[in-house]
């Protein structure tokens, strides 16, 4: 599949503020599911800064904007052809050990209804396939989806006392049971071109990714119960969502900022 990609993130301030500088991690990650046609990234009168590859084998670009400004746009367009792959990220390159995502984190640390969850749905489980499965199975029994109910400060525990999230908590919640019973987990940040009933989705993704020996990192999207395939495109990972954010940055002033998302994910096949 090929899909085309155009996402444009507005931050607006009710002050002017005196520039920014931002780190985007919004680069298609570079692994045998996925290979870019066409990417480009831009920041409404920014100047880009350096580029490097991370430990974990994500893109990062700095941008700073100078001068005075009420607005700042980031503007990404491209293309991708995708693959596949059962949600095994074969072929990605990083140096980050897996057992470095056993560490906890303020959003993903377990309470004792996770800690009792994780070992419920890891029961019985025949390896540490079947038992990743289970667990992402657990998740979306546990959490409805439904957006508007948390916010992006919501922990996984919040999220499944409140039985109701986005694909933000069931990541974070399914992270945490992984990483619970010894699996290395971690969150990933990317886009969705349809979810499983076929509705176009209309904004940024995620979904968690669990470690299973013999196989490497594999991806489960508990919001809709299946694993990555040729609907995704991944862009990075991290501990948490603040970790994994596509776009981190701080703007140089005291002024209340709101941020505006628009993503289109089109078949560029159909």
Not at 8 to 29: F, N
Not at 94 to 107: F, I, K, Q, S
Not at 218 to 243: K, T, W
Request: include cysteine; charge should be negative; glycine fraction near 10%.
């Amino acid at each position: 599949m090929i899909l085309s990609i155009s996402h444009v993130t507005t931050y607006t301030y009710d002050r002017p503020v005196r520039g920014a500088v931002q780190s985007l991690r919004l680069t298609p990650s570079r692994f045998d599911g996925q290979r870019v046609i066409s990417w480009s990234i831009g920041v409404d009168g920014g100047q880009r800064g350096g580029a490097f590859r991370d430990g974990a084998g994500d893109w990062i670009e700095g941008w700073s904007v100078r001068g005075m400004l009420s607005e700042l746009t980031v503007r990404v367009e491209g293309k991708v052809e995708t693959t596949d792959l059962a949600g095994i990220l074969r072929g990605h390159r990083e140096n980050v050990p897996a057992v470095a995502y056993l560490r906890d984190t303020a959003p993903t640390r377990a309470d004792a209804a996770l800690t009792a969850l994780a070992r419920d749905a890891a029961t019985g489980a025949n390896d540490g396939l079947d038992c990743a499965h289970r667990l992402a199975a657990a998740v979306a029994d546990a959490i409805a989806y439904n957006p508007g109910v948390t916010q992006a400060h919501t922990t996984a525990a919040e999220a499944l006392a409140l039985g109701e999230g986005v694909c933000q908590d069931h990541a974070h919640t399914l992270i945490s049971l992984a990483r619970t019973i010894g699996l290395p987990a971690r969150y990933v940040s990317g886009y969705l071109h349809a979810d499983a009933y076929g509705n176009e989705h209309e904004a940024a993704h995620a979904w968690a990714e669990v470690w299973v020996e013999g196989l490497g990192w594999i991806g489960f999207d508990a919001a809709n119960r299946c694993c990555p395939d040729e609907r995704y495109v991944r862009l990075g990972s991290g501990y948490d969502a603040q970790d994994a954010a596509p776009i981190r940055g701080i703007a140089m002033g005291a002024s209340h900022e709101e941020m505006n998302v628009a993503v289109a994910v089109l078949n560029a096949q159909q």
